[in-house]
Structures are given as structure tokens and as C-alpha cells.
């Protein structure tokens, strides 16, 4: 969720590092384990593989209805 975040707002990675953010994380969750950017990146470097195979998908089903 926190992924999806920073790519629809179009945050950098480090904004989960920002201590006023990791606050309110705190307040609202006291056992919370802090993220960090390298695990946001790593998390979103994951979405976009996964949406870039679907996508792949979606294009060859194009083609082949084109040929058709």
C-alpha cells in the first residue's frame, strides 16, 4: 500500500525514511519495524516486472486478434 503511494504520488524512495512519517507510523502502530527505501524500491521494482509481463501478455493477445 505505502508502495503504491509513492508511485501514484510520485515520491522518492527516501520519503519512508522521513521521520514525521515514521511518527505517525509510530503513533498509530507502536510495533511497527520502520521500512526503508531500498525495501520500497525493491517492492516496486517487483509491481512494475509483474505489470510488465501483463502488459507483454496484452499485446501479443492484440496482435494475434489483428492477424486474425
Known sequence: ???LWIIKSQRPFLTVEDKELRDVFKYLNPTI???????????????????????????????LLIQK
Open 1 to 3: 500500500m505505502l508502495a
Open 33 to 63: 519495524m520502520p521500512i526503508t527505501a531500498d525495501s520500497v524500491k525493491t517492492t516496486i521494482m517487483k509491481l512494475y516486472s509483474e505489470g510488465r509481463k501483463d502488459i507483454k501478455v496484452i499485446f501479443i493477445y492484440c496482435i
